[in-house]
């Protein structure tokens, strides 16, 4: 980062001490802002913090084989602990999806549409956290 020299800092120092009142925006056209390409932070990438941890045999197959496998063991144990944060964070969200769950099992013709919409929200909320 470029430190500002000392005439800059006063300059801008006179500046925050005009009140928005007195400045002229009349040279500035008003545009509405276009979000509709936005993206939230397309750039971001999660650190990586390495460290062991002992998993017993039962949670190590279920995680290579189970829904929240992954390509790797790590990929799948990330995936399965930020599921379960989620479930943390948005208890209402997962409420809603019980009850999903149990009005399948209520009446099982609606069995493969909800299947499909509750995978596809799965997928969404997956892909979104990384």
């Keep these: 980062m470029v430190k500002l020299t000392d005439e800059q800092k006063a300059m801008l120092e006179a500046l925050d001490k005009i009140p928005d009142e007195e400045i002229d925006f009349s ?71 019980e009850k999903n769950v149990r009005r399948i099992r209520e009446s099982p013709e609606e069995i493969e549409s909800l299947y499909e919409i509750q995978k596809q929200t799965i997928e969404d909320t997956l892909n979104k956290l990384g």
């Excluded at 509709?36 to 932070?41: C, D, E, Q, T």
């Excluded at 949670?59 to 063991?73: I, N, R, S």
């Excluded at 799948?76 to 944060?85: G, I």
């Design 27 to 97: 040279d500035i056209p008003e545009r509405p802002i276009d979000w509709s390409k936005a993206r939230i932070a397309p750039f971001y990438r999660p650190m990586w913090k390495y460290f062991s941890l002992k998993l017993d045999q039962f949670a190590l197959d279920c995680l290579e084989v189970g829904p929240a496998g992954g390509k790797t063991l790590d990929e799948a144990v990330n995936k399965a602990l930020r599921a379960q944060m989620f479930r943390i964070k948005f208890p209402v969200r997962v409420e809603k999806a």
